[in-house]
């Protein structure tokens, strides 16, 4: 199985290639995944690895993303809860930038840039395995990042327990959102590393997953610059949702 490419006015151009699948989190319609138990969102989670495993003997499929859409605004086409799976022939760009940063951070400290739980004002909640944060730059108010406390590069590594405990503290963080802001749409991200990356990259490639819930609205300026504007301080954001308990 492969995919080709073709020139095009002196541009190159790939040709439609990949895998997209639907994953039904729950067969009752009126569920959410925040709903589910720990055990449940694991379940979920557990779900993703495996097809993320068999995209990776795909030799043609180099990134796999995983996503989830919430509420129509955040690009949900069904109200039926479900999240998705991409295997993309290429490395998408903003996986590229997102190494690069963690590399150059690598280089300048000699430490991964995830690795460290971050100051108490910016932490939200910790589990066994996992914590979660405001990222200290967000570009989106109220973003939330999970991160693995083992520095693990490739998402699916994860084994059947910290999947489970990935799924309490993700379930943890959904709730508190739809709590604290009126349950708003939001887009949940899986960031992981490239199939072949090579090995000196290992060091400084970190997965987590990132929440943004959608609380505001992209202009000309962030779609033109590339700079997003967040009026909400990260230690406020963090503040707010540490107190529901």
């Not at 043609?60 to 955040?74: L, R």
């Not at 949940?188 to 090995?199: A, G, L, R, V």
């Not at 000309?220 to 963090?238: H, L, Q, R």
Request: aromatic fraction near 10%; glycine fraction near 8%; hydrophobic fraction near 40%.
């Amino acid at each position: 199985m492969g995919f080709e490419r073709s020139e095009l006015d002196g541009f190159d151009a790939l040709k439609g290639f990949g895998f997209h699948d639907v994953v039904i989190e729950t067969p009752d319609h009126g569920v959410r995944l925040s709903d589910l138990t720990a055990e449940g969102v694991g379940d979920v989670v557990m779900a993703y690895k495996e097809r993320v495993e068999q995209l990776r003997r795909v030799g043609s499929i180099e990134y796999v993303q995983i996503f989830k859409n919430y509420g129509a605004s955040a690009g949900a086409s069904m109200s039926h809860s479900h999240s998705q799976i991409m295997g993309l022939p290429i490395i998408p760009p903003n996986v590229t930038t997102r190494l690069n940063t963690m590399k150059d951070y690598f280089d300048r400290t000699g430490k991964c840039s995830l690795c460290e739980v971050p100051s108490k004002e910016l932490l939200i909640d910790e589990s066994t395995h996992f914590f979660s944060i405001v990222p200290h730059a967000a570009s989106y108010p109220f973003e939330i990042w999970v991160i693995p406390r083992d520095h693990l590069s490739y998402f699916q590594n994860i084994d059947h327990e910290k999947a489970t405990d990935l799924g309490g503290l993700l379930k943890l963080m959904l709730l508190k959102l739809s709590l604290q802001l009126n349950d708003p749409p939001f887009n949940f991200m899986i960031h992981t590393s490239p199939f072949q990356m090579q090995d000196s990259c290992l060091p400084y490639a970190h997965w987590f997953l990132q929440i943004v819930p959608q609380l505001s609205v992209i202009g000309g300026f962030e779609i033109g610059s590339g700079c997003y504007i967040n009026p909400v301080f990260p230690e406020d954001a963090a503040k707010v949702l540490r107190e529901l308990i």
